[in-house]
C-alpha cells in the first residue's frame, strides 16, 4: 500500500490508494471478507436469463377481461374448428365492460373492419348488455357467442331450428324466432350455456315476442296460429293465452291509460293479398287475459315500426299505400298519415321523435318526416336497396343494412343516418349478403352481419 491517497467513491473522503474501507463511510471499498464470489461467467448467465424472462412476461397476453367459456365447446363446436382458437379453461373470472362513452359526434367519421365467423351463413346478430360481445344465430341451427374485440367464438349452444330473427330479453335471454315450420321459441339463457334452452310451444309460425316490465313475463304471438300467449321465465310456464282473429306478426309495449299495454299488429288476407290491419290493444295483467281489448285498423299490409320515447305512440308504414303512419295511443286514438317512398319497409323515430325516417325498398330512399306536422322533410338517396336498419337507442343514429329483400340477400353496405335534420352521414361497404343489423346499447358501436360472405362488419367511431 502507498501513502497516495484518493477520494471515497461513496462519501468522497480521502482514503489510502487499496484501501479496503473508508474510514469516513465505514462502506467497503472493495467485497468484504467472506463475501461469496460469483464468477463472471455466471453473471453474464443469470442476467441472459432474466432478459428472457422478461420478454416472455412482458409480451404473453393477459388473459384478464377475456371471459372464459361457461363451459367447454366440443370439437364440432369448438372456436377452433370455427377458425378461431380454443378459448382456455381458466376457471371463472368477472368480466368488466369496456369503458365506452356514447359518440360526441354521430356525424363524425365511422369505421368498419370485418370478423370472419367460419362455415355458416349468419342471419340475425344482437348485442349483449355491455356492447362487447355479439349473439349470432346460424344457419346450422346453432346460437352463437363472439368478442368483439377478438372475434373469438365463445359459446355455441345447438338449437331446435334456424333463427331467423333473435331477441334478447331482460338482458339475460336470447329468443330464437324461426318464422315457418316451427311452432316453439326456444330461450337460451346465456348464464347457462351448457343447459338446453326452454321451448316456449306457441303454435303455428312464431310472430314476435316482447317483455314486460315485471323482468319475468314475456309476451309471444304467431301469424298461423294466431295465438298472443303470456309466458313466465326461467320456467316457461304459460300463464294465459287469446286467440285474435287475424295473424299476428308483430308485437309492441307501449303505455295507454297510464301504465303498459301490448299492442299486436295483425292483418288479414284474401287470395293472398292483404285485405286489412289492425292493431289490439291490451292490458297484459288483464283477467281474464286481453279481456277488454280495443282493435285499431291500421291500414293494409303494415311494416316494422317504431315504438316513440314515452310509449305514447307507434310509427310504422304501409306497403301498399306507400304511406307512413303515427298513431297516438295513450287516450283517445288519433292516427296522422302522409305519402313516402316507394316499397316502404321499415319506420324509425329519431331526436326525440322529432323525425320519422322510412326505408323504402323499392325506391332506394330513406323518407324523413317532421312528425310535429307530418310533413315530408327530405328524401334521403341511398347507395342499394335497403333490407333493415336499427335505431341507437338513444335516438341519434340509424344504421341501414343495404342487402335488398331478394333472400338470400344479394347486396351489400350499410348507410348510417344521423344530424338534425337527418341525412346520410356514411355509406360503408360490408360483406355480400348484408341481411341484418344490430346496434350497442350506447350506441358507440353497430354490426351487419353478412350472409354470404358469413362474416360479420363491426362499425366503430
Not at 344482437?126 to 346450422?140: H, Q
Not at 315476442?209 to 304459460?238: M, N, Y
Not at 333472400?407 to 353496405?413: D, E, I, Q, V, Y
Request: aromatic share 4%.
Amino acid at each position: 500500500m502507498t501513502d497516495r491517497r484518493v477520494p471515497c467513491a461513496a462519501c468522497g473522503a480521502p482514503i489510502l490508494e487499496g484501501a479496503r474501507k473508508c474510514h469516513a463511510c465505514k462502506r467497503w471499498v472493495v467485497e468484504p471478507p467472506g463475501s461469496p464470489k460469483f464468477p463472471r461467467a455466471a453473471l453474464i448467465t443469470a442476467s441472459a436469463v432474466a432478459t428472457v424472462m422478461a420478454v416472455l412476461v412482458t409480451t404473453r397476453e393477459s388473459p384478464v377481461g377475456e371471459a372464459p367459456p361457461l363451459t367447454p365447446i366440443g370439437p364440432a363446436g369448438s372456436s377452433s374448428a370455427a377458425g378461431h382458437p380454443a378459448p382456455a379453461s381458466i376457471g371463472p373470472e368477472v368480466i368488466e365492460p369496456e369503458k365506452r362513452r356514447p359518440p360526441a359526434d354521430p356525424t363524425a367519421r365511422w369505421k368498419a373492419r370485418e370478423l370472419k365467423i367460419g362455415e355458416v351463413h349468419p342471419l340475425d346478430l344482437e348485442f349483449d348488455a355491455t356492447g362487447t360481445d355479439l349473439f349470432v344465430s346460424a344457419d346450422d341451427a346453432t346460437l352463437r357467442e363472439y368478442r368483439i374485440k377478438t372475434g373469438d367464438l365463445i359459446h355455441k349452444a345447438s338449437v331446435p331450428a334456424q333463427g331467423d330473427h333473435i331477441r334478447l330479453l331482460f338482458d339475460r335471454y336470447v329468443a330464437v324466432l324461426r318464422h315457418q315450420d316451427a311452432g316453439r321459441i326456444p330461450i337460451m339463457d346465456t348464464t347457462a350455456w351448457d343447459r338446453d334452452p326452454v321451448l316456449l310451444d306457441v303454435g303455428r309460425s312464431p310472430g314476435d315476442i316482447i317483455a314486460l316490465p315485471d323482468g319475468k313475463s314475456v309476451i309471444a304471438a304467431t301469424v298461423e296460429g294466431k295465438h298472443v300467449i303470456r309466458f313466465e321465465l326461467p320456467s316457461g310456464a304459460r300463464v294465459a293465452d287469446i286467440v285474435l282473429p287475424h295473424a299476428t306478426g308483430q308485437l309492441f309495449l307501449v303505455h295507454a291509460e297510464g301504465r303498459p299495454y301490448v299492442a299486436a299488429m295483425g292483418a288479414l288476407s284474401h287470395g293472398g293479398q292483404p285485405a286489412g290491419a289492425w292493431i289490439d290493444l291490451f292490458d297484459p295483467d288483464e283477467n281474464p287475459f286481453g279481456a277488454t281489448r280495443r282493435s285499431i285498423s291500421v291500414g293494409r299490409e303494415p311494416q316494422a315500426g317504431a315504438v316513440s320515447a314515452t310509449g305514447g305512440s307507434l310509427f310504422f308504414p304501409d306497403r301498399v299505400s306507400n304511406s307512413a303512419t303515427l298513431l297516438r295511443v295513450a287516450a283517445t286514438t288519433v292516427t296522422k298519415t302522409t305519402p313516402v317512398g316507394q316499397g316502404p319497409v321499415a319506420a324509425f323515430l329519431l331526436d326525440g321523435d322529432r323525425w320519422g325516417i322510412t326505408l323504402n325498398s323499392a325506391a332506394r330512399t330513406a323518407t324523413v318526416v317532421d312528425l310535429a306536422t307530418m310533413k315530408v322533410q327530405s328524401t334521403l338517396m341511398l347507395s342499394g336497396e335497403p333490407s333493415t336498419g336499427v335505431a341507437s337507442p338513444d335516438g341519434r343514429t340509424l344504421f341501414v343494412a343495404l342487402g335488398g329483400l331478394e333472400w338470400p340477400p344479394k347486396g351489400s353496405g350499410v348507410a348510417v343516418i344521423a344530424g338534425d335534420p337527418p341525412k346520410v352521414v356514411a355509406s360503408l361497404v360490408t360483406g355480400q349478403g348484408a341481411c341484418a343489423v344490430a346496434v350497442a346499447r350506447d350506441g358507440s358501436r353497430a354490426a351487419v352481419a353478412n350472409w354470404w360472405d358469413k362474416s360479420i362488419t363491426v362499425l366503430e367511431q
